[in-house]
């Protein structure tokens, strides 16, 4: 974690989930290509059951890249906007990891801890840098 974001250091702090829609929880990985087709000779299809059953709806080299996308899309993320107001702040840039301290309110339900989030956006103004933030 590059920062510790808390109360103090924000203001208009905005709470939302990633959409439903940008939700894959089943992802059909195609590997080994042919040397001589345009395709390739191996797949698997790997699911997120866990996902499935909470929002209704075999071992090979590729495990780890699925684990890895599926926990970027695999399930709704917590996104965060707000006004970062501490001058100790300013330096947070698009893809610094940080997490949120003692905060105003729990994310639906949630606890802040344990959670890591990146910096997808970022507006510099005088006094003060607009950001958005996702869970990962």
Same mark, same amino acid.
């Given at each position: 974690?590059?920062? &510790?974001?808390?109360? @103090? =250091? ?6 939302? #989930?990633?959409?439903?829609?940008? $939700?894959?929880? /089943? ?31 075999? &071992?090979?080299?590729? @495990? =780890? ?6 926990? #970027?899309?695999?399930?709704?993320? $917590?996104?965060? /906007? ?55």
């Amino acid at each position: 974690t590059d920062h &510790t974001l808390n109360t @103090d =250091d924000l203001a208009d702090i905005n709470l939302s #989930l990633t959409s439903m829609n940008d $939700i894959k929880t /089943s992802i059909d990985i195609e590997y080994e290509k042919h040397p001589a087709r345009n395709g390739y000779t191996s797949n698997v299809e790997s699911s997120n059951s866990t996902a499935i059953t909470n929002l209704n709806i075999g &071992t090979n080299v590729n @495990d =780890d890249w699925y684990t890895y996308y599926n926990g #970027l899309i695999g399930d709704q993320k $917590i996104l965060v /906007s707000a006004t970062v107001v501490s001058p100790s702040l300013y330096g947070i840039d698009v893809g610094d990891f940080v997490e949120f301290g003692t905060m105003p309110v729990d994310p639906f339900g949630e606890a802040w801890s344990g959670k890591d989030f990146i910096v997808t956006s970022v507006s510099r103004q005088f006094g003060k840098l607009q950001c958005e933030f996702r869970e990962v």
